[in-house]
């Protein structure tokens, strides 16, 4: 039985290496410098922010949620960052803590409604996307925060060229897969999202973990804020739109079901890669914006398409 | 569930932006005919440009008190629908002149039209109409506002004069079906030609700073010998700045922009930015309001009018 599902778990990691070894040869042998080291350092140093976005997603889609408001509350935590560097001169670590606590309580909020109030997520996440969108041009004044070089270390080259927030992004990963595979919130996860009400009945205190989901999700858009920020040093209020279905997308690559009670953080993390890859690849080839939106669309068709066969016996 | 889910989200959509139609119309109409009621109709308002926009023509506002002053902007640079309504709104709400910054350069010409039908002076700012449409209808709509083309040729023949020929460019283009997009896309081509550099990528970044980041990554690796990249507005210049300095390639590629937003001027002063374009935001509005008070009183309709663009450099800007 465990190995049978060792095995299942490896064809899956290996469906999707192979379709990005197909897509790196593809993008290799029609461009002159994408497969070089530093192409893939630069995705490696673009992903972070989209890596931290996914996981959280990831956990919402497996318990058979959705979260819409990412990316605002990617904006409003970055707009209170920028802020509280800026014009308050909080330290660092400080602004970074505040601004995770933004997004927890955008989550949290996100999450006490849709399990004390059973309100669907998808609307309740919607009008997040809204208020947190407002809230980040109230905090900015609609106006780009320059935050200067003092965040720049965390976008720095750490290790091997691989800068500080990739390391922090595979950290998470690494602890998201973790919780997910080896703890009793991980397995409450899943069985929450294969059926609801056989989880209560079993016991699950589905309410706490809805929320905890929720609430973890929020604090990881935040995070993704932090990165973000200084990735570009800068609180943009117009940041961030769009994140969540660049999220769902490459969480749904990655084999996640949207029906809820099946996925993988590692999986969600090469989806993103994929994503990053074709978008840098067809830059490289000089391919223009209408082409590169075709391509991609159909790629996120085309996993799907491949999930259903694959998950078919 | 999903096709529950989809339904739910055209509703929203139907909700979110419509819901509000009627907001702020129920504020008194005409009580002081004497003084011209001029409407400026903008596009975004999250977008800071359009802000200072606002802000400059309601200081102006405040200085000359002989005109009342109504402002609105829709919520998506793109909802071209939206602004419809609002001219619409407008209209109903006794307007003498629109001062307008189009969403869309067709879209928003039939609309114009019925408001110019109904005695209202129309200027255009910002986004220029559509010429083949205009005359197709057999209308003139006075367009008051920089010229984008000479702005970036400006911000380009500076940038040429330190490089040398047959060197390598990049643009970072902006949303391209926008006519400033477009515009400011010819004029640095323009430059580069007249300069005999060499094009070798130019690249949708949509007018936003992630985007550009993103793109001006990629173009960097793909191009080793890449001099300069010309960003066709200050938000892509930041992100493309950001990742030159990431790839530690800053003191071999210069940048250059275009709107002078508060957030360049720092890049500036660091000279990690080569020039950019001023093209006065806060006084773009109050040129077309001006001129839309000038049509009232005299009662014609007067061609084109240039307002002026200025070229910003690491020097001058202290």
């Known amino acids: ?313 | 569930m999903i096709r529950v889910k989809i339904t739910l989200l055209l509703v929203l959509t139907a909700i979110l932006s419509h819901g509000c139609s009627n907001c702020g119309n129920s504020k008194s109409a005409g009580k002081e005919t004497a003084k011209p009621r001029v409407a400026l109709i903008m596009k975004s308002l999250a977008n800071e440009f359009f802000l200072t926009m606002e802000e400059g023509a309601q200081a102006h506002n405040a200085v000359h008190p002989e005109y009342t002053l109504f402002t609105d902007g829709i919520k998506d640079e793109l909802d071209v629908n939206r602004q419809i309504q609002l001219v619409e709104q407008m209209m109903a709400r006794q307007i003498n002149a629109i001062v307008i910054a189009p969403a869309d350069s067709k879209a928003l010409i039939p609309v114009c039209h019925r408001a110019m039908k109904s005695g209202i002076s129309v200027v255009n700012i910002d986004n220029k109409f559509d010429k083949e449409v205009l005359s197709e209808r057999g209308i003139h709509i006075p367009f008051v506002g920089p010229n984008n083309r000479k702005g970036a040729y400006l911000a380009g023949s500076y940038l040429a004069k330190q490089l040398a020929k047959n060197d390598l460019v990049a643009i970072i283009e902006g949303i391209p079906s926008a006519y400033n997009g477009i515009q400011r896309k010819l004029g640095f081509e323009d430059a580069m030609n007249e300069a005999e550099i060499h094009i070798v990528s130019s690249q949708v970044a949509n007018w936003e700073m992630a985007k550009a980041n993103r793109i001006a990554s990629a173009i960097i690796t793909e191009h080793p010998n890449l001099k300069a990249i010309l960003c066709a507005n200050d938000s892509m210049a930041l992100g493309t700045v950001a990742a030159l300095r990431a790839a530690g390639k800053l003191e071999q590629i210069q940048v250059v922009g275009f709107d002078n937003i508060s957030a360049a001027q720092e890049l500036l002063n660091k000279k990690e930015l080569l020039a950019t374009i001023d093209q006065h935001a806060d006084q773009l509005a109050v040129f077309g309001i001006e001129f839309a008070l000038g049509m009232l009183e005299s009662g014609e309709i007067p061609s084109d009018h240039e307002t002026p663009v200025d070229l910003i450099t690491a020097t001058a800007a202290t």
């Open chain 1, 1 to 313: 039985m465990y190995s049978k599902r060792l095995h299942r778990a490896l064809a899956d990691y290996l469906g999707l290496g192979l379709a990005l070894i197909v897509l790196i040869a593809f993008f290799a042998t029609t461009t002159d410098y994408f497969f070089t080291l530093i192409t893939f350092r630069t995705i490696a140093n673009q992903i972070p922010d989209a890596v931290i976005i996914a996981t959280g997603m990831t956990f919402v889609l497996i318990i058979a949620g959705i979260d819409l408001s990412v990316g605002s509350v990617l904006a409003l935590g970055g707009a209170v960052f920028g802020l509280a560097i800026t014009s308050w001169h909080f330290p660092l670590f400080l602004a970074a803590v505040l601004c995770i606590a933004v997004g927890m309580i955008c989550g949290a909020v996100n999450g006490v409604m849709v399990a004390k109030w059973r309100l669907p997520a998808f609307i309740v996440t919607l009008g997040m996307l809204e208020a947190a969108r407002g809230g980040a041009y109230l905090v900015t004044t609609s106006k780009t925060h320059y935050i200067g070089t003092s965040v720049e270390w965390i976008t720095a080259r750490g290790m091997m060229g691989l800068s500080v927030s990739f390391l922090i992004a595979l950290f998470i990963v690494i602890i998201a897969q973790f919780i997910l595979s080896y703890t009793i919130f991980g397995r409450s996860m899943f069985a929450l999202g294969g059926n609801e009400e056989a989880a209560r009945l079993s016991g699950i205190p589905i309410n706490y973990i809805k929320t905890a989901v929720y609430t973890l999700c929020g604090g990881l858009a935040a995070l993704a804020a932090v990165i973000h920020c200084a990735k570009l040093t800068a609180a943009d209020p117009n940041a961030g739109i769009g994140y969540e279905l660049q999220a769902i997308a490459a969480v749904v690559i990655g084999g996640t079901s949207l029906m809820g009670g099946r996925g993988s953080v590692i999986n969600t993390f090469i989806g993103v890669i994929i994503i990053a890859v074709l978008e840098n690849g067809l830059v490289q080839m000089g391919a223009q914006d209408p082409i590169k939106r075709l391509v991609t669309g159909a790629v996120i068709i085309i996993a799907v398409v491949l999930d259903y066969y694959r998950r078919r016996p």
